[in-house]
């Protein structure tokens, strides 16, 4: 073909998405090997090597995206047989989670209540928040993150403009057994 004199070997430059010395790397260059061989075939890439690649950028990148379990500190309690939970994803220094705790008939309150963040936020955020009350249903509430924690806040909608009280043992209900925070945001982390 006229004009298209430069092997394909030269174009390996802009893959730049996948690290030098990597298996996919690897097969990257194998796949472009193949592609300035005069004896590879006129589709010039083997099904062993689009194999290989695939299954390596597969693995590489869909395990950036997995959710891991993690157990929060839950502040301004002695859990007893509550239970808390939670799960988050970090991809760089962004974290995504999500968390929920829910009090059992052995857990005992020593002032106000906070979830801990899977990793150190490196500012200050607003994350989503709501208290399911197994007697009233599903109540509002502020979550304000930073450091290691997110603090959990009422919203006392009696005041003229809303005013915010940090969530307690009796604030905005008196908790029972059954009911439960749900807390998620994104943020991002120190490292």
């Known amino acids: 073909m006229p004009g298209y004199a430069r092997p394909i070997s030269n174009y390996a430059?802009?893959?730049?998405?996948?690290?030098?010395?990597?298996?996919?790397?690897?097969?990257?260059?194998?796949?472009?090997?193949?592609l300035d061989s005069e004896k590879a075939p006129a589709t010039g890439i083997t099904q062993s090597s689009i194999t290989n690649l695939t299954t390596d950028l597969?693995?590489?990148?869909?395990?950036?995206?997995?959710?891991?379990?993690?157990?929060?500190t839950i502040g301004g309690t002695t859990i007893g047989n509550g239970s808390a939970s939670g799960s988050y994803v970090k991809i760089g220094r962004t974290v995504a989670f999500s968390a929920q705790f829910a009090p059992g008939s052995t857990t005992t309150f020593s002032g106000s209540i906070w979830i801990g963040l899977p990793f150190t936020a490196n500012s200050q955020y607003a994350f989503q928040?709501?208290?399911?009350?197994?007697?009233?249903?599903?109540?509002?509430?502020?979550?304000?993150?930073s450091g290691n924690a997110a603090e959990l806040f009422a919203v006392n909608t009696s005041a003229t403009y809303g005013t915010l009280s940090y969530v307690n043992s009796t604030v905005p209900v008196t908790l029972a057994t059954n009911d439960r925070f749900y807390v998620s945001g994104?943020?991002?982390?120190?490292s």
């Open 13 to 34: 430059q802009s893959v730049d998405f996948i690290p030098a010395g990597s298996v996919a790397a690897t097969n990257v260059q194998t796949a472009i090997q193949e």
């Open 58 to 72: 597969a693995a590489k990148y869909t395990t950036q995206g997995a959710w891991t379990a993690y157990t929060p």
């Open 129 to 145: 928040a709501t208290l399911y009350d197994i007697s009233s249903g599903f109540l509002p509430i502020w979550c304000y993150g």
């Open 186 to 190: 994104v943020y991002e982390s120190t």
